[in-house]
């Protein structure tokens, strides 16, 4: 059974910092694709940082210089370091794990982490 959990969020003044962290178990991790997204309220899920498998780094406009996206594979966890934060950062941080499988794409998800920035 995958199970993705994730810890770290909370309440934060604006300019603050939060390490965001994902527990990934059940599941090949190390050849996974690794991502975080959020959702504030009234609005849509949105992507904000991935890690591919080798590596390989994205980011949302939006936090491109304030987030890092890491993994450590022996630790089946994926983090978010986020600095900067400011009060549109607020919304709740899903963890997601892809892989694709016989030409099929599997996406698992946390429940999710709350995050507030505010003064």
């Known amino acids: 059974q995958v199970q993705l959990v994730e810890s770290g969020g909370g309440l934060v003044q604006p300019g603050g910092s939060l390490r965001l962290s994902c527990a990934a178990s059940?599941?090949?991790?190390?050849?996974?694709?690794m991502g975080w997204y959020r959702q504030a309220p009234g609005k849509q899920r949105e992507l904000v940082a991935g890690?591919?498998?080798?590596?390989?780094?994205n980011y949302q406009d939006s936090v491109k210089g304030r987030f890092t996206i890491s993994r450590d594979n022996a630790e089946k966890t994926v983090y978010l370091q986020m600095n900067s934060l400011k009060p549109e950062d607020t919304a709740v941080y899903y963890c997601?794990?892809?892989?694709?499988?016989?030409?099929?794409?599997?996406?698992?998800w946390g429940q999710g982490t709350q995050v507030t920035v505010s003064a």
């Open positions: 997601n794990a892809r892989r694709v499988y016989n030409y099929r794409e599997y996406n698992y």
């Open positions: 059940g599941i090949s991790f190390s050849i996974c694709d």
């Open positions: 890690i591919t498998s080798g590596r390989t780094t």
